[in-house]
């Protein structure tokens, strides 16, 4: 079935290192990506989304390209904060099945540290 | 612009206790959905609304039901609580349901504890 694979964390990092996490999808159709970050204690808010293959989705620094070859969707940023502490879940969406409208990943949690 | 409410945001229950959680969106939305979410078991969907007056199992739909009250309020009712019900709890909302309308809102939640 349709699903979403995302490196397992917790990912410490130091502040303005370097940020990838890797995200791959099994999808039977023609999927859009999303990136949601989960700031502690609160919902979840879209970060960045991709509709197409090839289409690069960015905001506040952070970087996504749809790889349809490689079934890949790796968030990226090239200087993280302390503020970008959080959980990042990948997603994709597709129309109906028990999963309904999107599928998300386990999650990954983000410790920047000063 | 509140976006998608929640309520309550805390709850204790005993086991076999009842409860609704109630959700309203303002963004004129026609999809909603309820979520629990898990330690290392991400976002799970419990039931999900399309429309207006339709609902439809999601992946963990048992002990729970929903009601579309109408197209602004969706809620979850627990008829009797169990310790395996103990989790957070999302609302989430979205102007369509389809790969290209898919921008979901979620409320703050719910931490519900059964005990």
């Known amino acids: 079935g349709d699903s979403v694979t995302q490196m397992e964390g917790p990912v410490t990092l130091s502040e303005e290192a370097f940020l990838t996490i890797n995200c791959t999808y099994t999808a039977t159709g023609y999927p859009s990506l999303f990136w949601y970050v989960q700031y502690p204690g609160e919902g979840l808010q879209l970060l960045l989304k991709a509709t197409k293959a090839d289409d690069k989705g960015s905001n506040k620094g952070f970087e996504a390209t749809y790889r349809k070859e490689t079934t890949s969707f790796h968030l990226e940023k090239g200087s993280v904060q302390v503020s970008d502490s959080a959980v990042y879940f990948c997603a994709l969406s597709l129309y109906g099945g028990s999963q309904g409208n999107l599928i998300f990943g386990k999650g990954t949690k983000l410790s920047v540290k000063p | 612009n509140a976006g998608v409410t929640q309520t309550p945001k805390f709850q204790v229950l005993k086991t076999g206790q009842s409860m609704t959680l109630q959700c309203a969106q303002d963004?004129?939305?026609?999809?909603m959905y309820w979520y629990r979410q898990d330690p290392g078991m991400g976002l799970r969907l419990i039931y999900y609304?399309?429309?207006?007056?339709?609902?439809d199992k999601g992946e963990v739909p048992n002990g729970y039901n929903v009601s579309r009250l109408n197209k602004r309020e969706f809620s979850l009712r627990l008829e009797s609580a169990a310790p395996s019900q103990t989790s957070v709890y999302f609302c989430a909302s979205s102007l369509g349901f389809g790969p290209t309308n898919t921008e979901a809102f979620f409320g703050q939640g719910t931490r519900l504890t059964v005990v």
């Open positions: 963004m004129n939305h026609n999809s």
């Open positions: 609304s399309a429309s207006e007056g339709t609902t």
